[in-house]
């Protein structure tokens, strides 16, 4: 049975490349009816950052990424935090003591970098297996413990890359336990891997080259090597460098407050790296599990584009309202309305969301694009008379135009979409001017925003009694500038 895991260091904020670290190991498990493990590496207590364990926790949850076994929901490979499994680490340790590969190591930091700078003299790699101490002291917690290598020529399969090998040379006397007693993460996940029946390890390509280490330790423990795949760099929207905190991404968390749904984090991420060979570019969870292989993960970097998970963002806007309806999108907008939007009830709001939400990239859109529905709009004159379509009329021609539209709406009984769309195109033939002039100068005096659905659509939301005194301020106002 598949058995994959994430295992993130709670050091900060959980960012783009962290998620799809965790994305792909979860759609393999549950594509073959498996189990997702979640594990927290956080023996770097120096680095560790309170709170931040939490914010995995919800991060996952909020993409839909249930994990099988790991905090909260416990399973039958407790601890998971690594903080919690020192005596485990340790018993491991004692194998490889008694075995003969492993000792403590005493030497101190200074003498170590003499060695190093010794290295640099002379022009060599620097390797502490050849400064490895002839009567090292027996191990207790306090000292470092080191693997004592075995340097030979090592070949392993990756199931991105391919067949990769590597000689001797980068092979060396890694530490395994810290002097504080806590394992490094060289050590802790292969053993943490070998006790929990991990059979895909996925991670960033940059652990390539500590590979031969690792499989060392495989071999010492007589362990089967798990399957290994190596995941692409993300990379920064230049292209040239893997993605950093200085190249515009954001936190998941930010995108998340930002109005970015679940749905479309998971779908962007997941491509980010992985393409089915189709054009499709929206998925669903279920549609990824499906679909999603290993041979399909791209072997190079995968670079950042904002403004496609943006387009993608958008989509999911569309589609969630398409096919679940206007109450399935509104309860994912509620604490993203303008302040003005608490006076008024469900219904009403879910009436302003229908006439816009394909004009939404994110959910905090509807601050900006939504509050003339909810308090009056301030009155810029200048919208108007600097407008492209209205600039080459006079104030009173375009308080004319306002009045006559004024008194033609204010007959109508039934304030239904289709009903002022009819009255709309009435006033066309009546006043002779062309939609674009007639019907901004009306959507102006509605709204004084940049941007409003179609102008039948926004009145009717509106009501009557609202549009009608919108028009006559700005009648007022023309004639009184």
Known sequence: MIRTRFAPSPTGYIHIGNVRSA???????????????????DTDQARYVEGATKLIEETLAWIGMQWDEGPIVGGPNAPYFQSERKAIYHQWAQKLIDMGRAYADDTSSEQIQKYREECAKNKVPYLYRNFRPENPPAWHEGLPLRFRADPKPRKWHDEVIGDL???????????LIKADGLPTYNFAHIVDDAEMGVTHVMRGVEYLSSTPNYLALYEAFGLNVPRLVSLPHILAPTGNKKLGKRDGAKSVTEYREDGVLAEAMLNYLACLGWNDGTEQEIYTMEELVQRFSLAKIQTSGARYDETKLLWMNGQWIRKIFDEEGVDALYERTLGFWPAAADAYDDSYRKAVLSILYDRLKTLSDLREMTTYFFTDPVIDLDLIVNNKFLKKFSEEELSDMLQISSHKLEKLDDWQADKLQTALNELLEETGKKPAELFSIIRIALSFAPFSPALHLTMNVLGKNVTLARLQKVVTALEND
């Open 23 to 41: 994305i792909y190991p979860y759609l393999l498990a549950r594509q073959g009816h498996g189990d997702f493990i979640l594990r927290i590496e």
């Open 165 to 175: 090998e590597a000689g001797p040379e980068v092979q060396d006397d890694i530490i």
